[in-house]
């Protein structure tokens, strides 16, 4: 059984930071997504990664604030973030695929099997 658990997320002022953590279980090779989501608005990926290789994708909105690792021995894909401001507010999910990722579905929700259950960030000014 799959699952994801997602733990990280909170309340920090601008120029602060956080780090988002998915830790998953039911398989390693997998594709993974960070996705947010503001209220009333479609949900936004943000940083991806493929467990066995590839160069990570980050949205331009984050890249360069923005790093997503793994951790092997844990299974876990962490979303440090860095240079936090107020447009970073949201729900943040990681979601996974097994297996690859699929070219030109890597931002479609729908593509993705496993959701973690959501952690909230908030940025104040």
């Known amino acids: 059984q799959v699952q994801l658990v997602e733990s990280g997320g909170g309340s920090v002022q601008a120029g602060g930071s956080l780090t988002l953590s998915c830790a998953v279980s039911?398989?390693?090779?997998?594709?993974l997504r960070w996705f947010r989501q503001v209220p009333g608005l479609p949900r936004q990926r943000v940083a991806g990664?493929?467990?066995?290789?590839?160069?990570?994708y980050y949205a331009d909105s984050v890249k360069g604030r923005f790093t997503i690792s793994q951790e092997n021995a844990k299974n876990t894909i962490y979303l440090k973030m860095n240079r936090l401001t107020p447009e970073d507010t949201a729900m943040y999910y990681c979601?996974?695929?097994?297996?690859?990722?699929?070219?030109?579905?890597?931002?479609?929700?729908?593509?993705?099997?496993?959701w973690g259950q959501g952690t909230q960030v908030t940025v104040s000014s």
């Open positions: 979601a996974t695929r097994p297996g690859s990722c699929i070219p030109g579905r890597l931002g479609d929700p729908s593509a993705y099997t496993s």
């Open positions: 039911g398989y390693t090779r997998y594709c």
């Open positions: 990664i493929y467990t066995v290789g590839g160069s990570p």
